[in-house]
């Protein structure tokens, strides 16, 4: 049997700026206040002017090349040099296993398994996170112990399965099925060595990698909320990336990496538990509000995530 997982874990993590910046916040160094209060302004059902969506686009590609932690940021802001900035996220995991090898030394060996296992996981498109794709043959009992170590100290997070999702969620979730996610998109980049830069210039179509990486950015922020995820699955081929919850509502959140006319797999869940509010996010909308089997669905542009509790607050007055 493994040690305890040190007290001084808890420490550690304390100790350590671990939180990324925003995309707004980032937005706000490089484009200034102003830009992005105008941004704030905007509200679904209303054209999103060029002058504001063309940049605002571009900031948000970038966004997900240099992640939000602030040494790559501050980086990219020195040096303009993206190999730098790869550098730097590397860094950090480099310094990740230094600490978890001296806090939590028995278990390291499998942790870094785990993580290295994180990305290609979300890149697979698995329906949850899989012991035997860590190491073949390693089930529940080989990792619980070094997941929540990982997860504890906030180098992973977890995002239980739902599949009756009736507030509280915490009560209904089925904390065996997860996912596992970095905190950050830029560690996510760094961990498993994406090298692209993403620009308007090159942008792939269904890429999975760009899943992982959209679903890693939208992640990042609905923790900036205060927000707890989960994930559903139909059981057959639908997937919802996010659920959260908000003022007493289950909210769905579809993440797409790619503009689509619709989805099939937000349209299955609100068919099957009939929401009253639904989220769809896609690289650049539109950003309206429409209603399909009694659910209001807010359809926005990913660029537009860091203000999500702005919208879902008017949507829910709306409702009542």
């Excluded at 020195?78 to 001296?102: A, F, G, K, P």
Aim: overall charge negative; hydrophobic content about 40%; proline content about 8%.
């Amino acid at each position: 049997m493994e040690p305890p997982i040190l007290a001084d874990l808890d420490a550690w993590r304390m100790s350590l700026e671990r939180r990324p910046f925003t995309f707004d916040a980032v937005m706000r160094r490089e484009q200034g206040d102003d830009f992005v209060d105008e941004l704030a302004k905007l509200r679904p059902n209303t054209t999103i002017p060029a002058a504001l969506a063309e940049p605002a686009k571009e900031a948000w590609l970038h966004y997900n090349s240099t992640g939000g932690m602030p040494e790559a940021v501050n980086t990219w802001e020195d040096e303009r040099d993206n190999e730098l900035v790869r550098q730097v996220q590397r860094s950090i995991w480099d310094s990740y296993e230094r600490d978890l090898t001296h806090y939590a030394p028995m278990q390291w060996m499998k942790m870094e398994k785990i993580l290295l296992s994180v990305p290609h996981q979300l890149v697979e498109k698995n329906q949850k996170f899989t012991y035997n794709r860590v190491k073949d043959g390693w089930r529940a009992g080989d990792l619980r112990a070094p997941i929540n170590t990982l997860v504890r100290s906030g180098v992973v997070v977890k995002v239980p399965r739902v599949e009756n999702p009736t507030p509280p969620l915490a009560e209904v979730s089925n904390r065996r099925n997860f996912k596992l996610y970095t905190p950050d998109v830029g560690l996510l980049r760094g961990l498993a060595s994406f090298t692209f830069p993403l620009s308007s210039d090159w942008f792939p179509r269904d890429d999975p990698r760009l899943d992982a990486i959209v679903q890693t950015y939208v992640l990042s922020h609905l923790l900036s909320f205060g927000m707890t995820p989960y994930f559903w699955h139909s059981g057959n081929t639908a997937i919802i990336e996010f659920l959260v919850e908000f003022q007493g509502h289950a909210i769905p959140i579809k993440v797409e990496s790619a503009d689509r006319s619709a989805s099939k797999c937000l349209s299955a869940y609100c068919e099957n538990t009939c929401p009253q509010l639904a989220v769809r996010m896609t690289p650049n909308g539109p950003f309206d509000i429409t209603k399909k089997f009694g659910t209001r669905i807010l359809t926005m542009p990913l660029y537009l995530a860091w203000n999500l509790p702005a919208y879902l607050e008017e949507a829910v007055e709306d409702n009542h």
